[in-house]
């Protein structure tokens, strides 16, 4: 390939890859030839910070090899992904397009990860796995030697999502919840309003990234049985796609999936869409051209756009309201903040409409109000605080499953943790692991 077609190819890979960085709340850190550097949990750690990293390897897998080539093969990529704690900073010293510089074990782990992979693959080590293994499929490649490191990496290769109900079906284990008992008897109070008197409820969960929101909702489902509990998962990366999570929510209702052919799609979206009061010879042509999938039972309605999202919106409401009718659910809304437009619509109209259902909704928000404000409502809020030292002192202990931790190390994690359970836990963990490495040292 001629230098500058080759060059220009290269500007077109990195810049599509930093695009996809950034959808998924990434920070693309460093550019060498045609590598980049991909930071997640910089410069604010969250919970999902692996999974993300993962999502996004999947992502590239599938639009790099897209982007155009003239007169050879399409391109192929190579993804290595580890986790721990890194340094990161400006390079003054580095290369052209480096920036910003994330060194130590990590980073070359990472690095040495990628350069043993096969083309098209994504390989990772324990704790990335560890992190991961509930929320994606895995082949155990077995302890490997890499260069630069002493002792041998266990490596495991991603494979594939898994379809997940809600974030905790993907966790493996979890600490002892600490705190939140005041708030948790809030949640499980108006359930038993919806229990008993058949009288829906919606409330609002405030709080900053990591300090617990998804988890109280886990907790208070645990408590409740014989609920339907149905999730929606709101995403930085679809903050403009229509009705993302609650199509989302749908097809994993109905059992849809990408393979499905057409027809049969077709038939599990018309049965659902039938619970509506719209005719489903309007509602299939909007909702199977929200789903890509190609029909031809009824010609496309010739309506605005306006017109056409106000179908879309009471369709699902009503699919909501049946399933509720069958049975009491709870209806959890997660990361809010990232909600589309669409989506907003349909929140507001459920909230408007929630009394007349037995149903609770649940709704996680790192602000301190809806994306969209409603002119009335009942909406309660609940905002959760971070722990007192006592109750980080706790967590601290649960963390590392009341195995001894220097008082050093102790005094430390929780003066950088500050009171936030997510940066606790995590601090605690790699506190443990350094302090065990150490004496095996």
């Known amino acids: 390939m001629d230098p500058e077609d080759f060059s220009t190819l290269t500007r077109d890979y990195l810049n599509q890859c930093n695009i996809a960085v950034r959808n998924h709340n990434g920070f693309a850190a460093s550019y060498i030839g045609d590598a980049f550097q991909a930071l997640f949990g910089y410069p604010i750690a969250e919970e999902d910070d692996a999974e993300r990293a993962l999502q996004l390897a999947f992502e590239l897998l599938r639009l790099v090899p897209e982007i155009e080539v003239p007169d050879a093969p399409p391109l192929r990529v190579r993804i290595g992904i580890a986790s721990g704690v890194v340094v990161v900073g400006d390079y003054l010293a580095a290369p052209a397009g480096v920036s910003t510089v994330a060194m130590g074990s990590i980073p070359n782990l990472a690095q040495r990860l990628q350069s043993i992979a ?58 002892e919840l600490v705190d939140r008992r005041t708030e948790l008897t809030q949640i499980l109070k108006l359930w038993r309003e919806v229990v008993t008197e058949n009288h829906g409820q919606a409330a609002l969960i ?94 496309s309605p010739n309506m605005t756009s306006a017109q056409q999202r106000m179908i879309s919106v009471r369709v699902i409401v009503d699919w909501l309201h049946h399933v509720s009718r069958i049975n009491r659910v709870l209806l959890s809304i997660e990361d809010e903040q990232w909600i589309d437009p669409s989506s907003s619509d349909v929140l507001e109209a459920l909230i408007g409409e929630v009394g007349s259902f037995p149903m609770l909704i649940l709704i996680t928000t790192r602000e301190k109000r809806l994306r969209k404000p409603l002119k009335r409502s009942e909406l309660r809020k609940i905002t959760l605080e971070r722990l007192s030292d006592d109750d980080a002192q706790l967590l601290v202990g649960n963390a590392v499953s009341g195995k001894t931790l220097p008082q050093g190390m102790r005094s430390s994690v929780l ?15 790699a506190a443990f692991e350094t302090s065990t490495s150490h004496s095996r040292s």
């Not at 109280?216 to 609920?227: N, S, T, V, Y």
């Not at 042509?285 to 999938?293: E, G, N, Q, V, Y």
Request: net charge neutral; charged share 20%; aromatic share 10%.
């Open 118 to 175: 096969e083309p098209q693959t994504i390989l990772t080590d324990q704790r990335t796995y560890d992190s991961t293994a509930g929320a994606f499929e895995f082949t155990d490649l077995g302890p490997q030697t890499l260069k630069g490191f002493s002792n041998l990496v266990h490596v495991w290769r991603a494979e594939k999502p898994h379809i997940l109900e809600n974030r905790f079906a993907k966790r493996t284990q979890l600490t």
């Open 206 to 299: 405030c709080g900053e990234p990591g300090i617990g929101k998804s988890r109280l909702i886990f907790e208070a489902h645990q408590r409740m049985p014989r609920c339907t509990y149905l999730t929606l998962q709101c995403s930085t990366a679809y903050s403009n796609s229509a009705l993302f999570p609650f199509l989302t929510l749908l097809k994993r209702y109905a059992g849809m999936h990408a393979e499905d052919l057409a027809d049969i799609s077709l038939e599990r979206l018309e049965a659902l869409l039938s619970f509506s009061n719209i005719p489903v010879s309007q509602s299939l042509p909007i909702f199977a051209k929200l789903l890509s999938i190609s029909q031809t039972r009824y010609p």
């Open 415 to 429: 003066a950088k943790a500050e009171g936030v359970p997510l940066y606790v836990e995590e601090l605690a963990r």
